[in-house]
C-alpha cells in the first residue's frame, strides 16, 4: 500500500485494499502499543488539530496515537484560532502547511475539509463533518472485525437518521468491503440516491448489497451488527428535537430489536450516546418530552452485546495507521522478518532508529541506518555506535552504496536462517526507478557485492542468532 501524501477525507478516495492496508496496520500497531513495544518512527513530525465542533474521542485519540507515534500535536479549539473569523481556509491552509506535516480538520460541510485540503500541501484528516467520518469508520471495522473475525459478508443495520455524516460513511465502508448495509429508517431520513447509487457500483465490485427499509422487524432480522447514532447531531438547531423524537422513536435499539437480530448481535455507536440521563441534555429532553432514553434505551447499551467501548478504544490505532501510511516511516510495511537495515530518500522513510541489542527479538521495522540518495546524508541511529566497528564500517558502506546506486525504498532482509535477501518492491513501484538502472542493476549489485552481504550475513548469525561462527 502507498498512500503516502494523500488526503484522507473520505473512505471513498480508498480502494478497498486500502481501507483493509489501514485496518492491517492499525491491527499491527495496536498489538505493539499493548506489548510495549515502541512506534514512534514519526519522530519530528507536528500536526495540527482543529476542532470547529466539541469532541472527546476523536481528539483524545488523535493526541494520543500522535505522541505514540512520536508525533507533536497543537490542538486548535472551535473558538480558539482566527479560521473562519479573520482567515478564510485557504490562508489557513497555507499557514498550517508551512508548520506542519499533516492537518486535522472537524467542522461543517465537507467542502471546507475538501477546500483546506486543496491549499494545504500536507496531508488533512477529516475528523468529522456533516457528510463523513471517516475514521470512525476504521474504528468500526477494526472493532466487527476483531470480534467476528472477518469483514465480508456481515450484515450492519444502522437505526436512525441514515442520510447525516454515520449513515453515510458507514454505507460507503461497507460497500467498499463486501458487507450488506442496511438504512432502517423512515424514508425521509435514508442517504441521498446519488451516494446510494455511488455505493450499489462498490458493493456490486465487492460482492456487498444496500438495502433501504422503513421496516424494522425484516430490517434488523438476522443482522450482525445493529449502529445507531444520536437523533440530532452537533451543529443542528435544538428545533428539531421534536420532530426527530417523533420520526425516530420506532427506530430506537431496544432489546426487542436485539433479540429480532439474533443472539450473534453486537450493538455498537460512535458515541456519545443518549442512553440515560445522566447528561445535561438527556434532563432537558426528559423535562421537555418526557422521554428518559433516545437512540438506544440503557438496557442495550449495558448489555454485553454492546461493543462501544471497544469501539471506542479503537479509534486510536487507526490513526497510528493512517498516519504511518499517509505522512511516511512506517508506510512501507515490512512484512518479512527480521530486517536489519532498510534505507530511504529520507530519515522518516528509513523508518525507525532502533538497533538491537544482542539477544533481543527482532521487530518488524528494526533498522539499523538510512541514507538520503539524493542529498548523499546518511542517518544512523544514535546506538550505531554500540555496534562493532567492523560491522558499523560495512553497514555504512552498504547504506553508501546502495543509496547511492539504487536510491529509493529497499530492505535487506535476514531469512530465519541468517541469509541475505534483498527485497525491491518499494522500488519497483517507484516510477523514478525505471530511470536509475533498472531492475538489472539491482541484480549486478547483489554479484558484485557478495562478500559484502556474506560479512552481513556473519554479522547476523553471531549477533542475532547467537551462533559461533567463524570469520
Ligand atoms: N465518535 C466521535 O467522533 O466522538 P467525539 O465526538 O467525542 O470525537
Ligand atoms: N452524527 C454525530 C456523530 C458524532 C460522532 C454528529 O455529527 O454529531
Not at 525504498?409 to 525505471?434: H, K, N, Q, S, W
Amino acid at each position: 500500500m502507498n498512500v503516502k501524501g494523500r488526503n484522507f477525507l473520505t473512505l471513498k478516495d480508498f480502494t478497498p485494499e486500502e481501507i483493509i492496508g489501514f485496518l492491517d496496520l492499525a491491527a499491527e500497531l495496536k498489538e505493539k502499543k499493548k506489548r510495549g513495544v515502541p512506534v514512534d518512527t514519526l519522530r519530528g513530525k507536528n500536526i495540527a488539530l482543529i476542532f470547529e465542533k466539541t469532541s472527546t474521542r476523536t481528539r483524545c485519540s488523535f493526541e494520543v496515537a500522535a505522541h505514540d507515534l512520536g508525533m507533536g500535536t497543537t490542538y486548535l479549539d472551535p473558538a480558539g484560532s482566527q479560521i473562519g473569523k479573520k482567515e478564510s481556509i485557504p490562508d489557513t491552509a497555507r499557514v498550517l502547511g508551512r508548520m506542519f506535516d499533516g492537518i486535522e480538520y472537524r467542522g461543517y460541510g465537507q467542502e471546507i475539509v475538501e477546500e483546506l485540503a486543496k491549499y494545504a500541501g500536507v496531508p488533512v484528516w477529516n475528523g468529522l463533518t456533516n457528510e463523513y467520518h471517516p475514521t470512525q469508520i476504521l474504528a468500526d471495522m477494526l472493532t466487527i472485525r476483531e470480534h467476528f473475525g472477518h469483514l465480508k459478508d456481515i450484515r450492519l443495520v444502522y437505526m436512525g437518521d441514515a442520510r447525516y455524516n454515520m449513515g453515510n460513511s458507514l454505507m460507503i465502508g461497507c460497500a467498499k468491503l463486501g458487507m450488506h448495509f442496511v438504512a432502517c429508517a423512515p424514508e425521509a431520513y435514508f442517504p441521498n440516491q446519488e451516494l446510494v447509487a455511488q455505493c450499489e457500483s462498490y458493493a456490486e465490485e465487492s460482492g456487498g448489497t444496500i438495502t433501504l427499509t422503513e421496516n424494522v422487524v425484516a430490517g434488523t432480522r438476522g443482522a450482525d451488527v445493529i449502529y445507531t447514532d444520536v437523533w440530532v447531531s452537533m451543529g443542528e438547531p435544538d428545533q428539531v428535537w421534536e420532530q426527530r423524537i417523533h420520526d425516530l422513536s420506532p427506530y430506537k435499539v431496544t432489546a426487542k430489536v436485539m433479540e429480532n437480530a439474533g443472539p450473534q448481535a453486537i450493538f455498537l455507536h460512535c458515541l456519545p450516546a443518549f442512553h440515560d440521563l445522566k447528561t445535561k441534555i438527556g434532563k432537558e429532553i426528559q423535562e421537555k418530552y418526557g422521554i428518559e432514553d433516545m437512540e438506544v434505551t440503557d438496557e442495550v447499551f449495558e448489555s454485553p452485546q454492546s461493543k462501544v467501548f471497544d469501539e471506542a478504544e479503537n479509534r486510536m490505532h487507526p490513526f497510528n495507521g493512517v498516519w504511518g501510511a499517509t505522512v511516511g516511516a512506517v508506510c512501507a510495511r515490512i512484512d518479512v522478518n527480521p530486517t536489519i537495515l532498510r534505507a530511504g530518500r529520507s530519515k522518516s522513510e528509513a523508518g525507525a532508529f532502533h538497533v538491537l541489542q544482542k539477544g533481543e527479538p527482532m521487530e518488524e521495522n528494526t533498522v539499523l541506518c538510512g541514507a538520503n540518495a539524493y542529498e548523499k546524508k546518511y542517518y544512523f541511529n544514535p546506538d550505531f555506535g554500540s555496534l562493532p566497528q567492523t560491522i558499523q564500517d560495512e553497514l555504512h558502506i552498504m547504506c553508501v552504496l546502495f543509496t547511492e546506486e539504487i536510491g529509493g525504498i529497499f530492505t535487506v532482509e535476514f531469512t530465519p536462517e541468517g541469509d541475505l535477501e534483498f527485497r525491491t518492491e518499494a522500488l519497483e513501484a517507484d516510477a523514478m526507478y525505471d530511470d536509475i538502472g533498472g531492475p538489472l542493476r539491482i541484480k549486478e549489485l547483489r554479484r558484485e557485492k557478495e562478500e559484502l552481504f556474506r560479512s552481513l550475513e556473519l554479522f547476523y548469525k553471531v549477533f542475532f542468532l547467537g551462533e559461533d561462527v567463524e570469520a
